[in-house]
């Protein structure tokens, strides 16, 4: 069965890579430390410490293989290769809701990279979905669980 891959920017897969060196060499040894220290207190059955710290390196341990997955089944999207206007990842979008003046910008990333409180939207998202394709100017139908509104592509730039 094919792995399923992550699309993302090369900006976004050099991210990655940064967050497992630090996974890796900084925090990993950290809490291997930690787990040293806590098994010097003894008796490990009530030791909360070391429960604790173990919780921690399962933890870490999880994010690390989430990481190295995503690295190896990346699928970089070259934006430079699309349509200065069209949406896609890469791309930051601003639209506008038809029939108000109200506009909300989105940067269309590939799923490891989404972090909407930065306005980073994966493409696995409704609006993503919505948008990508569609060309400066065109409407885009958004289903959202409040039910569907229909958004104006105001313009499209590549994400610095």
Do not use: C, W
Request: glycine share 6%.
């Amino acid at each position: 069965m094919a792995e399923k891959t992550y699309p993302m920017t090369l900006a976004e897969k050099e991210q990655l890579e940064k967050e497992l060196e630090e996974l890796k060499l900084v925090r990993r040894p950290e809490v291997v430390e930690r787990i040293k220290i806590a098994r010097s207190y003894g008796d490990l059955s009530e030791n909360s410490e070391y429960d604790a710290a173990k919780d921690e390196q399962a933890f870490i341990e999880g994010q690390i293989v989430t990481i190295e997955t995503k690295i190896r089944y990346a699928e970089i999207v070259d934006s430079d290769a699309i349509a200065k206007d069209e949406v896609a990842i890469g791309k930051t979008v601003i639209v506008q809701e038809v029939g108000t003046t109200d506009t909300d910008t989105y940067h269309i990333v590939g799923a490891a990279g989404a972090d909407i409180f930065s306005g980073k939207i994966s493409n696995e998202s409704p609006i993503a979905q919505a948008l990508i394709g569609k060309k400066k100017g065109d409407l885009a139908t958004i289903e959202s669980p409040a039910g569907s509104y229909e958004v104006k592509i105001v313009s499209v730039e590549k994400t610095a």
